[in-house]
């Protein structure tokens, strides 16, 4: 597998502009209306957004019928996009975290033993890893270059992380869970993500199952589940609103994010949750300060494709 060209730019046809009506309350920060693009590369298979930056850069990849993969960076605003390396250091390269800097982040080497990758946007890159832990999975970066993600050291052992680059110190939060993902970081260091919780394991009687998280900078969590579905949060946008997907098959979601610690059960109106339309389930992945989301569906086909939403009333 080779690195593509990265001088290279090119611009995805949109293969689906749909226009989805979401009756939010605007009063709790949320969006009237989405104008949804779905993106699909020539010969992709299976195509995501990852992750977006606050200025609307967002990564991606493609794995393509023949069995290859294409990283690329996506600008909201044009729809250009620009190849990114498929290997770093001779090793397979999944691109999930973007920064404003441009700073890109993902894991690097085989899905079951791999370090976490840094990717400046002068081209160079660094890796780390954490001791006692196999694999190591980056899914944020922040503006800071703070580096958010999960270790893992079995099936139902995994750690969320904090790893600065600057010193080196790695702080390992929910230590022990199953599923921790720990992804999006606001500008004031705000992180969100999900994991999943035995009975009880929330709150006295709560069910076992996924749960949205907040942790804030002095280490508080607040866990939240969206009109008692199993929850998930991947992106929070600057000004404080949480996206991700709840339920199965999975919708989108956009809330305020919660805070104080403790558990929150957040009613959603039925009309808020979102879909790409025409769309078995939908997977938000990241939000930028305008509110655009990205991120992919599946269709009744079984492909995975990547989306853009964008806010109606930024159009």
Same mark, same amino acid.
């Given at each position: ?8 730019? !090119?611009?995805?046809?949109?293969? !689906? ?11 709790? %920060? ?9 993106? $699909?590369?020539p010969?992709?298979l ?7 930056n ?12 023949d ?8 600008d ?5 996009? *620009? ?7 001779g090793?397979?390269? *999944?691109?999930?975290?973007i ?7 993902g894991?690097? %080497? ?5 370090q976490a990758?840094i990717?400046?946007?002068? /081209?160079?890159?660094? *890796? ?20 958010? /993600? ?13 790893? $600065?680059?600057?010193?080196?110190r ?5 230590? #022990? ?5 720990p ?5 004031? /260091? ?5 994991v999943?919780?035995? =009975?009880?394991? =929330? ?18 969590? *607040?866990?939240?589940?969206?009109? /008692?579905?199993?929850t998930r ?13 709840a339920?199965?098959?999975s ?17 959603v ?8 339309? #025409?769309?078995? =389930? ?5 939000i ?5 989301? !990205?991120?992919?569906?599946? %269709? ?6 990547g ?7 930024s159009?």
């Amino acid at each position: 597998m080779h690195a593509p060209k990265v001088s290279l730019k !090119v611009r995805f046809v949109p293969a !689906v502009a749909l226009a989805g009506l979401i009756l939010n309350a605007s009063a709790h %920060g949320f969006v009237t209306a989405y104008d949804f693009v779905t993106i $699909d590369p020539p010969e992709g298979l299976f195509t995501a957004l990852t992750g977006v930056n606050g200025s609307g850069t967002a990564v991606g990849n493609t794995q393509n019928v023949d069995e290859s993969t294409n990283n690329f960076r996506y600008d909201l605003r044009t729809g250009e996009s *620009t190849p990114l390396p498929a290997e770093l250091g001779g090793l397979p390269f *999944t691109p999930i975290g973007i920064n404003d800097s441009g700073t890109i982040v993902g894991p690097i %080497g085989d899905p079951e033993i791999s370090q976490a990758a840094i990717l400046r946007k002068n /081209g160079r890159y660094t *890796t780390f890893a954490i001791p006692g832990f196999a694999s190591i999975v980056p899914r944020g970066v922040g503006r800071s270059g703070l580096v958010s /993600g999960y270790a893992i050291v079995g099936p139902d052992d995994w750690s969320g992380f904090l790893h $600065d680059p600057n010193t080196g110190r790695t702080e390992l939060f929910l230590t #022990g869970s199953q599923q921790v993902i720990p992804q999006g970081i606001d500008v004031g /260091g705000r992180l969100v993500g999900s994991v999943a919780l035995p =009975a009880d394991g =929330a709150y006295p009687g709560s069910p076992a199952g996924q749960y949205g998280f907040v942790r804030e900078p002095d280490t508080t969590i *607040t866990l939240f589940r969206v009109n /008692g579905l199993a929850t998930r949060a991947r992106g929070i946008s600057d000004t404080g609103i949480v996206t991700g997907f709840a339920g199965s098959p999975s919708v989108g979601y956009t809330v305020v994010a919660p805070t104080g610690g403790g558990y929150r059960d957040l009613t959603v109106p039925e009309e808020s949750l979102f879909a790409v339309p #025409g769309t078995v =389930a939908t997977f938000p992945l990241g939000i930028d300060k305008r509110g655009r989301i !990205v991120g992919s569906w599946f %269709g009744a086909d079984n492909i995975q494709r990547g989306f853009v939403a964008t806010p109606a009333s930024s159009q």
